[in-house]
């Protein structure tokens, strides 16, 4: 079975903490993405990678950064976790763009 | 860059009407396009897709959707909706000549009996 995984469901932060959301796939997918889902406002790219050590910023990067140092694993940073970063992030891989993207499960932040 | 319009966030329907779901893409070239579905506390499925060759492209669970590139649209369709397709729908583009993919504001169906 094709897997995408979050590593966290569910995660409750300080303001100004340092987070990191990991996102591991084992489907050999060449791009990554991540997304944040609010209310309303549907998905909104963040970041996506398409390769190992390559990425590229997405619509909302401000106060995100990425590593993809393997294929398997992209990982979303909030360098300094602010309120308006609680949402739900979503973690997506697709071999080629042309192909269906297979979600992880979500991960639902909370920044206090 | 690619940009998705879904003009409609909620939509609500009876049970057995006909649905149509609407959604307008901006991008330089033809995309890659896809609807996809998001049931409540659920992860996102794949309804369809459109790369090339046939603009009526047929889905899962009874849904169509059409591309056309004079209107840049790709609306779904489904002639008689039940109840459980009440959930979120979102349209997508790709990038042929990249690797983005961009998702629109979501389209939320209610089913009423």
């Known amino acids: 079975d094709v897997k995408v995984t979050q590593s966290s469901r569910y995660l409750v932060k300080r303001t100004g903490e340092k987070v990191f959301l990991e996102c591991v796939q084992d489907?050999?997918?060449?791009?990554m993405f991540w997304y944040r889902q609010d209310p309303g406002l549907g998905l909104r790219l963040i970041y996506f990678s398409y390769d190992v050590k390559m990425k590229e910023k997405g619509d909302i990067p401000e106060g995100y950064s990425v590593s993809r140092e393997k294929k398997e694993r992209f990982s979303l940073i909030l360098e300094s976790a602010s309120t308006n970063q609680t949402s739900m992030y979503l973690c997506?891989?697709?071999?080629?763009?042309?192909?269906?993207?297979?979600f992880g499960q979500g991960t639902r932040l909370t920044v206090v | 860059a690619q940009s998705v319009t879904q003009p409609d966030i909620h939509i609500t329907v009876s049970e057995g009407a006909s649905l149509e779901l609407r959604c307008n893409y901006s991008?330089?070239?033809?995309?890659?396009l896809f609807w996809y579905v998001q049931s409540p506390g659920q992860g996102l499925q794949l309804l369809l897709k459109?790369?090339?060759?046939?603009?009526l492209v047929q889905g899962i669970k009874g849904f169509e959707a059409e591309f056309k590139r004079s209107q840049s649209s790709f609306n779904l369709r489904k002639p008689s909706v039940h109840w459980s397709d009440a959930a979120e729908y979102f349209c997508?583009?790709?990038?042929?000549?990249?690797?983005?993919?961009?998702f629109g504001a979501g389209t939320i169906l209610r089913v009423k009996s």
């Open positions: 459109y790369f090339s060759g046939d603009t």
């Open positions: 991008y330089g070239a033809t995309p890659y």
């Open positions: 997506a891989g697709t071999r080629n763009m042309n192909t269906e993207a297979f």
């Open positions: 489907m050999d997918h060449e791009n």
């Open positions: 997508a583009v790709g990038a042929r000549y990249g690797n983005k993919l961009v």
